[in-house]
């Protein structure tokens, strides 16, 4: 089981960046898959993720309206399209899988499967 983030980076305060994850090993029609990140010094936390069996993702209140998460169970991928960036956005994130649904897809602690992460830093 593999899950390959990428699409990190610098960018400005006000600016979109597209986090991409491609999943390889199994396939994601029965789990759930999403994004946590951790910023220094601070614990990580679910940002956005959708449950196989649910057509509206879920999104933490600090990105709701700004990012948008959307997955191509034919091609194992889910993307995080993140705009108007902000400073506190800067993070390390991570695509993660669990077999939960609903809600529970953002809590950590019921991750099977974590990627790399990949680092965004919102700065002028």
């Known amino acids: 089981v593999q899950l390959q983030a990428s699409g990190g980076g610098l960018v400005q305060p006000g600016g979109s960046l597209r986090l991409s994850c491609a999943v390889s090993g199994f396939t994601l029609d029965y789990y759930s898959i999403g994004w946590f990140r951790q910023a220094p ?5 679910g940002v956005s993720c959708i449950s196989s069996s ?3 993702p879920y999104y933490s209140d600090s990105v709701k309206g700004r990012f948008t998460l959307s997955r191509d169970n034919a091609k194992n991928t889910v993307h995080l399209q993140m705009i108007s960036l902000k400073p506190e956005d800067t993070a390390v994130y991570y695509c993660a899988v669990s077999s939960v649904r609903g809600v529970s897809c953002s809590y950590p602690d019921f991750v099977d499967f974590w990627g790399q992460g990949t680092l965004v830093t919102v700065s002028s």
Do not use: V
């Open 41 to 45: 010094g601070k614990e990580r936390e």
């Open 54 to 56: 649910d057509s509206s």
